[in-house]
């Protein structure tokens, strides 16, 4: 019976933070520099409930939103998938993400693949 691993994605394989502090900016400001979530852009005031609630609705709206998200170690990944390929392991990407246009998380996972050697040759052969 092979081994059964489960990874959850969002903030453990993917970057999720990045790409939200860069979609707030973007929302609340008109601007695509990075920011700390909690805070607003030249101030130390942390983003208003209302903030974070325009930030999820843009994301609902964003098509594949979720795609966007650039892993934290690509290198590392590949080896994964090279040692999980190696032992026939069953590997599971754990997520719960909101819903948003675009594919559903099912399909997002289906697409993983192709999009991850689209986007960095180091995820997959």
């Known amino acids: 019976m092979p081994l059964r691993i489960g990874f959850d994605v ?3 394989l993917a970057d999720f933070r990045s790409t939200f502090r860069a979609t707030a900016s ?3 400001h008109g601007d695509p ?19 974070i609630r325009r930030v999820w609705e843009g994301i609902a709206k964003a098509p594949n939103w979720w795609m966007e998200i650039e892993p934290f170690e ?3 990944i590949a080896r994964l998938y ?16 909101p819903p948003s246009a675009g594919r559903s998380t099912p399909r997002c996972r289906a697409a993983m693949s192709p999009c991850c050697r689209r986007r960095s040759r180091a995820w997959t052969p």
Do not use: C, H, N, Y
């Not at 520099?33 to 903030?51: C, I, K, T």
């Open 10 to 12: 969002d903030g453990v």
């Open 26 to 28: 973007r929302i609340i």
């Open 33 to 51: 520099r990075d920011f700390d979530a909690m805070s607003s852009p030249g101030s130390e005031a942390p983003l208003s409930q209302e903030d």
């Open 74 to 76: 690509p290198d590392q």
């Open 82 to 97: 090279g040692l999980a390929r190696a032992a026939r392991w069953e590997v599971f990407f754990l997520t719960k993400r």
